[in-house]
């Protein structure tokens, strides 16, 4: 907003200032400096300044001239601020992406996020109690029960190590923490889930932590710690698309191709004929492997 109010005023000058006001000026200045200077991508600003030479013209000032901000609103004159302001407000034609010359479809993602949204509140909301509390209990131990018999125990770590013949190797490094990282989500599944088998059992106390277990696994739906451990959740939300029951799958995939690459019945060094780039939790750890394997 502070960029926008600099904006504004350098407009405002060189539109008192001069009688024909420099609009090439005006766009530099604020496509390049005041507001474009912050942004980073070259894309983006092509984009902004593209919208300045479109909006930022002598046909603005103009009152003979047919130049349009939007189909069916002409530019205001004259007013107060307040007066531009309700102007807007009253005058603009509904948001589109057409209205910023984009095509339809540029809307699609936003609509089924939205739509994803309002179907996973109601979802929410609709578990959240009532007469079928029961039923929900057994639902949530018929899950919690099966994914507890299908997780396998913790990858052990000190007999690799031991089979390690080359420490600095990049495709051991990176296998290395694969495995770290799938002992990590494989002990939190294994603690939070029995810690939960307990509380439906009454020997514990249901916790917030619980509860919202219980919510995640009735809507089927992973829980976010689970989420925050395989990386797959940060600061702009969530980067899984999957149910719980797709992602389960997916996990047990995951733990089968470390399997195969951590076997000792071959050399840990030797790296798989094949690897499932996206069924690994850093992607970009094995495509620097590569790169360092390739280089030395």
């Known amino acids: 907003n502070g960029d926008l109010t600099v904006c504004a005023a350098v407009l405002q000058n060189y539109l008192e200032a001069n009688e024909e006001t420099p609009w090439q000026v005006v766009r530099y200045i604020v496509g390049e400096i005041m507001y474009g200077g912050h942004i980073t991508d070259p894309w983006d600003r092509r984009v902004t300044n ?3 030479e479109v909006l930022q013209m002598p046909d603005l000032t103009d009152e003979k001239a047919k130049f349009e901000l939007a189909p069916g609103l002409k530019p205001l004159l004259e007013g107060e601020y307040s007066t531009f302001k309700q102007y807007i407000e009253d005058a603009s034609p509904p948001e589109s992406p057409i209205l910023f010359g984009m095509h339809p479809n540029a809307e699609i993602s936003l609509l089924i996020s939205l739509c994803e949204n309002l179907f996973f509140t109601i979802l929410t909301v609709s578990g959240g109690g009532g007469s079928g509390g029961g039923n929900k209990e057994d639902k949530v131990k018929e899950v919690l029960q099966e994914i507890v018999a299908g997780l396998r125990e913790e990858f052990n770590m000190v007999e690799i190590k031991l089979r390690v013949k080359e420490k600095g190797a990049p495709y051991v490094v990176f296998l290395l923490q694969e495995l770290e990282r799938m002992n990590l989500i494989l002990s939190t599944m294994m603690t ?3 810690e939960l088998e307990l509380g439906l059992s009454g020997a514990l106390n249901i916790s917030d932590a619980m509860d919202a277990l219980i919510n995640a696994l009735y809507i089927n739906q992973v829980p976010p710690a ?5 990386g ?3 600061p702009t939300g969530t980067y899984n698309r999957k149910n719980l029951s797709s992602w389960w799958a997916d996990l047990q995939l995951r733990w ?3 399997e195969d690459w951590s076997a000792p019945s071959k050399p840990i060094e030797v790296c798989p004929p094949s690897v499932w780039i996206p069924g690994t939790f850093n992607p970009m750890g094995y495509v620097t492997a ?3 394997v390739t280089s030395r």
């Not at 689970?226 to 395989?230: A, E, V």
């Open 226 to 230: 689970w989420l925050k451990i395989c």
């Open 232 to 234: 797959q959740i940060g």
């Open 290 to 292: 590569c790169m360092q």
């Open 50 to 52: 593209t919208y300045l």
């Open 192 to 194: 939070q889930l029995t």
């Open 256 to 258: 089968k191709q470390l």
